[in-house]
């Protein structure tokens, strides 16, 4: 295990009615507040109603910023930071998912950047000096971006979907309650289920193999989406199913997983890739890639994960190590499959005669991923096995 500083700043009101505690929360930050969210679901569920009555109860000044979409606009920021700048914003809450939540994060670090924000995912997370103190309210499971300090933005102009980081950007505070993802659609559901999924993957298929703790916890993540995510799609209002799938996506991506260990993340660059271009929902994406970029990965040097995987994951302890790793390939498409999630990429709108230009965007001229490194060539096998 590599050295490592470790830091979760955000503070977490897990469970029913702790929306209660939004005024209190938001007390240390100032009185005027930006409430980000996305159409009309937080509407339709009466939450909408009741944040607002919350703020203007307790004295806060609230503005809004409504429509943000899935795989979130630069064009939704700009307009973000426009109204920050023009009231004053002293604090900014997310209401909705990951999309909200990334970008209510980027108008946090672009308020304090006097050029375009698209520049900072050009320039680097060092380039982010300062960032307005963001609270989440969580509508919908699956991205992790409720305890971290990551956004991935859109630009559809440039099909470009670009990812910042910087710690700077972690929510002050997250309220989690279960509850409110009752109403999310079941499409949805699946789409979170394989995103939290994938975020394990992406660190426990790693180079590192000092790293017992790591590991073990990670597959205990995975085995959590694997009981409660089909109890979910089939109960919506389960609350114990959509409470421990909440919390396991915190934990899948708060960095605990990832720290002391080398982590792979090249399908993540693959997705977001094809997403940018294609506006594919983030977790159809990764669920139809993952299967293929394990089989394409999957060689005598790293056997010995898929057969870990295999046997603590799946609990395939027959056949010998070869088997066990292509079964263990085979029941996780399986799993996703049975999500109700397309398995082609062809399914999803994307052509063959895109795959080249998209794989020359995903490489840049370097090499993607840390447990296999992959070129241009291995890119394009990988999206043509996809197809």
């Not at 910087?166 to 929510?171: F, G, I, T, V, Y």
Request: with cysteine.
């Amino acid at each position: 295990m590599f050295d490592f500083n470790y830091m979760v700043s955000t503070k977490v009101l897990f469970g029913r009615n702790k929306i209660q505690m939004l005024p209190e929360e938001l007390k240390p930050y100032g009185k005027r507040i930006l409430v980000v969210y996305g159409k009309r679901s937080i509407k339709k569920i009466g939450l909408y109603d009741l944040i607002t009555t919350l703020l203007a109860r307790n004295s806060l000044v609230y503005y809004e910023l409504s429509g943000v979409q899935p795989n979130p606009r630069i064009n939704s920021v700009r307009q973000g930071i426009k109204i920050c700048r023009e009231y004053h914003i002293d604090c900014i809450v997310a209401v909705g998912g990951g999309s909200v939540i990334d970008c209510a994060k980027t108008i946090a670090a672009g308020f304090y950047y006097e050029s375009d924000p698209w520049d900072l995912f050009h320039l680097g997370d060092s380039a982010i000096k300062n960032a307005l103190p963001i609270g989440t309210i969580l509508t919908v499971t699956g991205s992790g971006s409720e305890m971290n300090g990551n956004a991935v933005i859109s630009n559809m102009e440039t099909e470009q979907k670009l990812a910042i980081h910087n710690d700077l950007l972690r929510p002050r505070f997250s309220i989690l309650d279960p509850t409110y993802t009752f109403t999310v659609s079941t499409h949805q559901i699946a789409a979170g289920i394989v995103d939290i999924f994938s975020h394990v993957l992406e660190q426990y298929f790693s180079p590192t193999r000092e790293a017992f703790v790591q590991n073990r916890i990670a597959e205990s993540l995975l085995l959590t989406c694997i009981k409660y995510g089909p109890i979910a799609l089939k109960e919506p209002t389960n609350y114990e199913a959509q409470a421990q799938l909440m919390w396991t996506s915190s934990l899948a991506l708060n960095g605990l997983l990832g720290y002391g260990k080398i982590t792979d993340w090249a399908t993540h660059g693959i997705e977001h890739a094809v997403s940018a271009a294609y506006d594919v929902i983030h977790g159809v994406g990764l669920a139809i890639l993952t299967p293929h970029w394990m089989n394409y990965v999957l060689n005598e040097e790293t056997n010995y994960k898929f057969v870990e995987y295999g046997k603590n994951v799946w609990n395939i302890q027959e056949g010998n190590d070869y088997t066990v790793a292509k079964k263990g390939i085979e029941k996780t498409q399986r799993f996703f499959k049975n999500l109700g999630i397309p398995t082609t990429l062809r399914e999803v709108g994307v052509t063959e005669k895109k795959l080249n230009d998209l794989a020359e965007k995903i490489v840049m001229h370097k090499e993607i991923g840390k447990f296999k490194k992959l070129g241009k060539k291995d890119v394009l096998m990988i999206l043509k096995n996809a197809l």
